[in-house]
């Protein structure tokens, strides 16, 4: 066997892996005996739906597991090296110089309270304890130049919320690959960005692993994403894998029926032009319109002076309408939900919800009266649900606060809720933290959906949700426009999805909308270049990595 034959040592080794759940006096086991392995300069992806264990499998390989969760039999394996067989410290020593880790959500995983270059050139020096903090500094400038980010001198000393959620990726990503780690683990690494920003950072990741030759294990529910980035598919269910191989063969002839199901569930652009199977609902002057925003505008005041955030935005939603705002991160989308939600007061236009304009609301009975006829659902389910309440209180609290029902009737409706949103009872009693990003989107849902209202503002509802359970709740959502007549405002950047559920699209570019239109028309004849090159963005439409691009 000539030298270029030798098979290299995996940078990665997970054998027969299980990891129970302690929560609310029960047990739940959540991976159950999970085998893979990663070799150097090889992607793979972890895909499968909420609650499957991807994001457990992770967090146990990289010794993250939260306080409620241990791993209870199995072996870790990274550069040959058992971490099972070292003692905590040792471990944790070799996590830290082997395991670069990109987690989910760029929001809450960067601390608040220190500048941006502080904390790279903190990791820095994590991996090389020698190194000067002036040395650090030097190198982190040039760390944020490497992944992006302009005038990186200048803005080492910016904080966090200074940046765009596409740029405080691009931040933890120069933090993942400081210490030029032999694996990165990316939990979700975009499910939170637009289509454009999704591709320049997943580009950045694959040149990254190129240059550094690490091996790279992805998790994801995306799986366009896994089709064009991983070399090799793991699909999981129940915390087992139920079918592993090269991505073009899983994805194109699933031999499992639960790989078939993700694939037929997969929002797609495709098939546009010949028509959607959505039927839009009548829109004629005779219908009172649910929601209307006239001329919005909306300024900011900094210590740069003055942004326009949103301008002369208008719009109208009708009973049973789905209107959808889509653009780039920082195109004022959800600057403009807020303002439908009466959050945000804006600078000049106004909105009006059941024909009474918001601005001319004045007791707390009216604007209570208001506020349940629409309902927000969050883009970040975490960070908008109290961490002290468990869910059956976090559903309760709105039929408390507007007064609806008794105790009886309450905890009634809380549970038909709960199983319209394909939770179990026993949700009820557990806490955010012990529920999965997709868990938790679901209970947020929930949270808007118990009030009954006639408009709901999903603002990127469905992003942290797999293709099953994202089609459950579309077909949720679907079913409650057609019985109760509700009327969506969706603020997203999954076009597959907005492709799917709209009847009226509005793209926004700069606080500007560039283009309107049925949802057909926009998206199988798109006049706009920008619109154009949002289309062009979407996952699937290009060589499936850099990798294969450069080596084609």
């Not at 941006?116 to 990791?123: D, F, K, L």
């Not at 309440?389 to 559903?395: E, K, M, P, W």
Request: proline letters at 5%; glycine letters at 8%.
């Amino acid at each position: 066997m000539s030298e270029a034959e030798v098979p290299q040592r995996p940078v990665l080794e997970v054998r027969d892996l299980h990891v129970r759940f302690l929560t609310a006096g029960s047990t739940e086991d959540a991976v159950r005996g999970l085998s893979f392995s990663v070799s150097p300069g090889e992607v793979l992806a972890l895909v499968g739906e909420s609650g499957s264990g991807k994001t457990t499998t992770a967090l146990a390989i990289d010794g993250l597991l939260p306080s409620y969760a241990t791993a209870t039999r199995g072996a870790i394996t990274i550069d040959g090296v058992r971490i099972d067989d070292l003692g905590q410290r040792a471990a944790r020593k070799l996590r830290a110089s082997r395991i670069g880790f990109i987690p989910q959500d760029p929001g809450t995983s960067l601390h608040p309270l220190y500048s941006v270059g502080y904390q790279i050139a903190e990791a820095l020096r994590l991996h090389n304890p020698r190194l000067t903090r002036r040395a650090a500094r030097t190198k982190a400038i040039d760390l944020m130049q490497a992944v992006g980010i302009s005038d990186p001198a200048e803005r080492y000393s910016h904080s966090p919320h200074q940046f765009s959620g596409g740029m405080r990726q691009r931040i933890l990503i120069a933090i993942a690959l400081a210490g030029r780690p032999s694996l990165v683990i990316a939990d979700e690494p975009t499910s939170a960005l637009d289509a454009t920003v999704q591709r320049s950072i997943l580009d950045l990741i694959d040149t990254k692993i190129i240059e550094i030759g690490a091996a790279m294990l992805i998790i994801t529910h995306d799986l366009a994403m896994a089709s064009e980035r991983a070399d090799r598919i793991a699909v999981m269910k129940d915390g087992r894998i139920v079918e592993a191989g090269r991505s073009s063969q899983v994805l194109a002839n699933p031999e499992a029926q639960y790989t078939r199901a993700l694939v037929a569930s997969e929002p797609s652009l495709d098939g546009l032009a010949e028509g959607r199977d959505r039927q839009p609902p009548p829109a004629d002057d005779a219908t009172a319109p649910l929601l209307v925003a006239r001329n919005l505008r909306k300024t900011f005041e900094t210590r740069d002076g003055r942004i326009t955030a949103v301008s002369d935005v208008s719009f109208t939603l009708r009973a049973g309408q789905t209107v959808a705002l889509v653009g780039e991160s920082g195109s004022g989308k959800t600057t403009t939900a807020m303002m439908a939600l009466g959050i945000e007061s804006p600078t000049s236009g106004e909105v009006e919800i059941g024909g009474a304009r918001l601005e001319t609301l004045r007791t707390r009975k009216e604007v209570l009266a208001a506020r349940r006829l629409v309902q927000p659902v969050f883009q970040n389910p975490v960070a908008s649900l109290d961490v002290r309440q468990r869910v059956g209180s976090i559903l309760t609290e709105p039929l408390a606060v507007h007064r609806i029902g008794d105790r009886i009737s309450r905890a009634e409706r809380v549970r038909e809720t709960l199983d319209m949103v394909r939770l179990p009872a026993r949700y009820l009693g557990r806490y955010p933290h012990e529920l999965s990003g997709g868990q938790a989107q679901r209970v947020a849902i929930a949270r808007a959906l118990v009030l009954r209202p006639s408009v709901m503002v999903l603002d990127e509802a469905l992003s942290a949700l797999d293709a099953l359970v994202q089609q459950q709740i579309i077909d949720l959502l679907d079913e409650l426009q057609r019985d109760l007549r509700v009327g969506y405002l969706l603020i997203s950047h999954d076009l597959g999805v907005v492709a799917r559920v709209s009847d009226v699209v509005h793209v926004m570019h700069k606080g500007v909308v560039v283009e309107s239109g049925a949802a057909d028309q926009i998206f199988a004849n798109p006049r706009n270049d920008y619109t154009r090159r949002l289309l062009d963005a979407v996952p699937g439409r290009r060589p499936r990595t850099v990798k294969e691009a450069i080596d084609s």
